[in-house]
């Protein structure tokens, strides 16, 4: 099979799980994040995936060549991939020139083909008048760009990046999201990305996968993964979320005060009919009056809490008949006073079952 | 520089004049000669001279025989035995020739079989007198005699206030101005401390003691610090101090003590297992040589050849109160000797 | 189950399988087989040593069964426990004047605004520069108890009878051996000093301690750990020195366990009864490895690692001056004097004559580098072992400090303990360990220069591991983890990156091993063979001799080799690129 593929790829330490069971097959040319929580498993997985790392269980294949497995292992050297680090890890004995030129010289080119590969990708990362600089000369942004170029220039099978902007300030971090996407648009390197901010992934990513406690999740596209969460988690951990408890009564669900129609739900029901569901704050609306529209579920109630954030207001609605309180975002024109009633609407088809 | 040029034509002149004459080697010279030639160096643990006397007769040991490289390695008695020992028990023998001012080392060396029995060709010329305190069984030579003596600083001490026998050592007169050397360290205070022993018991240790005498390592170091004047008296060897006395100017004097002169009997034996035996022998040869003894005798040493004149101001090897202590006699008390000298001295 | 078949038949994630396995080829790193190596050499190294040593004190030298009889014929005899408590109470008081020497001058050397720093500062690397057993012979000519120069000029002022100093007494050894070895106290308590952040002082100030309360109970505290460091390495530098026992205590009448030991290697030859004198001192240092770690790790000081923040300097006031009178007799006694006094000897027909043209010579530097025997010879080789032998330990130390930080190998340390543990075997014990380990057969290397560099370079790996791990803690390991995914391996890690980054940190430990290894004579007294003699084997026999003129300009030269090459190494790293980066 082409592409990265774990299998079943476990790593316990002492008696501590840091990943288990984990199965993902990466396609050539796609961009994958893991995402997670500290601890997650993520970055041992990237680790493992270099070869830092041995797993305990399963194996990974890259190209259909076996490469880790528990009774040993490719040493990361003769994997042929290359990484970006969070520290950035550009070697401060060398300049920038030489920190981009290493991984071809290590690979024995020609002198000429590696001054030639160099000076280009010091042109695409806009690095090329600060080639004989030494990194302690460079702005974090600047080493960030000197390690993108150094791990891209030697055209590895397989690109890791280890939460490469966390050590960046916001304004940079920004830049560098859509710098990243750049390049993997123009080289259209196979790519496992890990960070912990979803905004990042989302940005960068074809797909996320996304990780908790060492065990995979979920792994889907941004917007289906905002949409359609599977998990508790997965819709916690990815934007704000409500989640409400129902039970299935024939055709219905009922939630505490309003029920829908089973065939609008978007998911299976777990057979004891008993469900959770997530509604995002953005899946709601608010009005003064009741909405017109046939399909919509109305609820009525108070404002309890407001904030506004500058792009959006932010509300807390307490149902009038049930007393349940739902986070809403609002646009910033819709202005509702703390204490004042309102009136909820809500799209069945963004009310989105999950499992625990 | 004209005075210097001079001098120097004038030794060499003199050197020359003798090893011209003497450049035909005899039949046995020659042959091992040609033997040390292939082996190309000797290698020589001496304690009987102090390093400069000992490269100078190397490098004349190497003119006369130019194809032979001599390393002379100097040490006191005991240093250069223990190393031997412990090459021995290596298996790595460095030395070829071994001199030392300690007869029963080559004794013990001797009774374990690692000395190479050899009688060199010009051990018949040697004055009669050394020539009989070597081995009868023909497996060292006595290389040279050199009595120990009484030496004062004459800046520092008038000379009829000058100590006259042993026992004025312990005068405490001389408390703090006393020098000895070590037995565990040099050979010719051991047969010293023996024959002292023998004379007046162990008590002259410990009245000595009483004295604080400051304890060097070897008896030159201790003749040294009279020429100083650190200290006023020594024990010291009588050719080392007639050398100090005439060559360095040393202020000081000696004493032939009248209750005995100590003759330690230095001795030069060839290693059984020597990784070069023929250089050995040849070096051996070489000692007992009138060249080497014209040697000795301008550094004011005893020569061993009739042929040369005893420099001024020895005693003669016929001088009825010497006293010599038979190997044998060394060896038995030689532990017992150091022990009790720790044991008294308490270093 | 192979590899091909894995591929072939594993074509989805659902089907896996298991048992199989990378191909042995493509797992391969061969530099694993060099790790190995290299912990098989620490091992030999350090453990064959002490192993044979421990085994030879229980062997019987006849029979070669068990015994206990070494230890009785080792601690049989009164005089021989005498050496023991001795070498302790010198140990002790070297340790006490080493403190009072190095720490003072380090406080005024770092935190104080003491006029004349760096003049303290070279002065006190001058003291290191110069061999023990030199300055031995200095203090010699300075307070031999009749014509040592400082009793002449008390005789002359005072017209006195009696020595006003006398090098040959117990406090005599003690002041010796104190003034080479304060260097290192200097150096460990300098670097905590550094460490303090003015603000722990400052904080203690605000709730209203005095400036002596807070030296006492905030600054000195933070220092402890150093100031108890580097008394045990003081303590056991003073115990295992050969050099100036042998010169000085031998005289004073005090013996020591070096020259103890010595007895045991003379005839006969008992180097069993030697190793099992031995090994109460290896059991003593131990001892007092653990203290040390107990009293540390009671008061929890191991928040004292990170970087010092901003630091003001005490003002002295008018204590500037006494302060630096104080630091300058110190560097006075320690090397100007003895330095001074050698000097003159050296150039002087005889060093009690006084200094006038007509004595001025150059005889004795000609002798010493033309005439003598083996001193041109011993010159050559030990700056060639000091230079062999610190680089030995610092390749040695920087792969292993590489295996144990990154844990190359399982049991990484185990390997560290074993690289630091030289830090409490005394040099000469080490020696003696070496001599029955290597020296005889099958081995056979008694007399080779490669038996006095390994066992240089083992004796001062301590100094060179803890160099290495202090470097290797400063380096991120993504900086060689970037290595390896761009196809490097290990050993280019540490060619590329490792190495360069820590040139400077490990040339600094270099230059430190090279000055000590080029004057090492406990070690080299009982290893060097007939024609492997060092210059400190050489000095120690001149001296024997009597012969100090010689034996000052032979130490001369000595000096002058040992500066030259640290001047050489000062100059590299004075211009290595880190200086870019300020």
Known sequence: MDGLVLRNLGRRFGAFDAVADLNLHIKPGEFVSLLGPSGCGKTTTLRMIAGFIDPTAGAIELNGKLLSAPDGSVPPEKRGMSMIFQSYAIWPNMTVAQNVSFGLKLRKLPREEVRRRTGEILEVVRMSHLADRYPSELSGGQQQRIALARAIVVRPALLLLDEPLSNLDANLREEMRFEIKRMHDEFKITSVYVTHDQSEAMVTSDRIAVMNKGLLEQIDTPYALYTRPRTRFVASFIGRTNFIAGHRSGDLIDFTGFSVPMAAINGPVASSGELTASIRPEAMRLTTEPSSDENAIKLEGTITRSAFLGEAWDYVFRSRNSDVEFKVAAPPSEKFEVGGSAWLQIDPRQVVPITD | MIGRLTLAAFISAAFISHTSAETNYTPNEQALYEAAKSEGSVTWYVSQYNTENADTICSLFSERYPGVACNPVRSTGQVAFQRIQQELQAGALQADVFSTNEDSQVLQLKGAGQLLKYVPENLQHVVPRIREMGDPDGYWVASGVSPVVILYNTKLVPEEEAPRNWTDLYDPKWKSQVAIGHPSFSGAVGVWATAINDLYGWEFFEKLEQNQPHISRSILDAQNLVGTGERKISIASLSVALQDMHLSGAPTAMVAPTDGMVMPVSVTSVLDAAQRPNAGKLLQEFLLSVEVSEYLASIYRYPLRPEVEVPKGSISLDEPNLIFIPAQEALDKSMEIQGNFRDTFGI | ?582
Not at chain 3, 121 to 138: S, T, W
Not at chain 3, 520 to 534: C, D, H, K, Q, Y
């Open chain 3, 1 to 582: 189950m192979t590899s091909a078949s894995r591929t072939t038949e594993g074509s989805s994630i659902a089907h896996a399988r298991w048992g199989s396995s990378v191909p042995w080829a493509s797992r391969l790193q061969p530099q694993n087989l060099l790790w190995l190596l290299l912990a098989a050499i620490l091992v030999v190294l350090i453990l064959a040593p002490m192993s044979t040593l421990v085994i030879a004190s229980f062997t019987d030298a006849q029979t070669g069964n068990w015994t206990l009889s070494n230890y009785a014929e080792a601690y049989g005899r009164a005089r021989h426990v005498t050496a023991l408590t001795n070498t302790l109470k010198m140990g002790a008081a070297v340790v006490a004047l080493k403190l009072l020497f190095g720490v003072p001058l380090a406080w005024a050397c770092t935190r104080t605004d003491m006029p004349g720093k760096n003049l303290v500062r070279y002065g006190v690397f001058g003291a290191f520069i110069m061999p023990p057993y030199l300055g031995g012979v200095g203090w010699i000519l300075l307070a031999g108890p009749n014509t040592g120069w400082i009793n002449r000029a008390w005789f002359w002022l005072t017209g006195a009878t009696e020595p006003l100093v006398n090098v040959f007494t117990f406090w005599g050894l003690v002041l010796v051996t104190a003034i080479g070895g304060f260097f290192l106290v200097f150096v460990f308590v300098s670097s905590a000093f550094e460490m303090i952040n003015s603000e722990m002082e400052d904080a203690a100030n605000i709730l209203g301690a005095g400036p002596v309360k807070t030296a006492l109970k905030i600054t000195f505290p933070l220092v402890l750990p150093a100031i108890l460091g580097s008394a045990l390495l003081s303590f056991l530098g003073a115990i295992a020195l050969y050099g100036v026992p042998a010169l000085i205590a031998i005289p004073a009448r005090f013996p020591v366990v070096v020259i103890q030991l010595s007895e045991f290697f003379s005839f006969p030859l008992r180097v069993e009864v030697a190793a099992a004198y031995s090994v109460p001192l290896l059991l003593i240092t131990v001892g007092l490895l653990g203290l040390q770690r107990l009293i540390l790790r009671r008061k929890g000081y191991t928040s004292l690692t990170g970087k010092g923040g901003e630091r003001r300097l005490v003002k002295l006031g008018r204590w500037r001056w006494a302060m630096f009178a104080y630091c300058f007799a110190v560097v006075a006694l320690a090397v100007l004097l003895p330095f001074v006094v050698l000097l003159l000897a050296a150039f002087n027909r005889s060093w009690t004559a006084g200094f006038s043209i007509d004595n001025f010579t150059l005889r004795n530097f000609h002798y010493a580098l033309f005439e003598h025997s083996s001193s041109q010879h011993a010159l050559v080789a030990s700056v060639g072992i000091g230079i062999a032998a610190a680089t030995l330990a610092i390749l040695l130390a920087l792969c292993i400090a590489y295996i144990v930080q990154r844990r190359v190998l399982p049991f990484g340390q185990v390997l560290a303990f074993l690289a630091v543990s030289p830090y409490v075997i005394p040099g000469i014990v080490l020696a003696i360990g070496f001599y029955a380990a290597y020296a005889l057969p099958p081995l056979a290397l008694y007399g080779t220069y490669t038996i006095l560099v390994l066992a240089v370079a083992t004796r001062f790996l301590p100094i060179a591991f803890t160099t290495a791990v202090a470097g290797m803690r400063s380096i991120h390991p993504e900086m060689e983890d970037a290595v390896r995914i761009l196809g490097g391996g290990r050993l280019s890690v540490i060619r590329s990156v490792v190495g360069p980054l820590l040139k400077r940190t490990l040339a600094g430990g270099w230059l430190l091993i090279f000055v000590l290894a080029a004057q090492e004579l406990s070690t080299a007294i009982f290893l060097v063979g007939p024609n492997t003699r060092v210059v400190s084997v050489v000095l120690l026999d001149l001296s024997e001799e009597g012969r100090m003129e010689v034996l000052a300009a032979l130490g001369t030269l000595l000096l002058l080799m040992i500066v030259a090459v640290v001047a050489i190494g000062v100059r590299y790293l004075g211009r290595d690129f880190m200086l870019r980066r300020s």
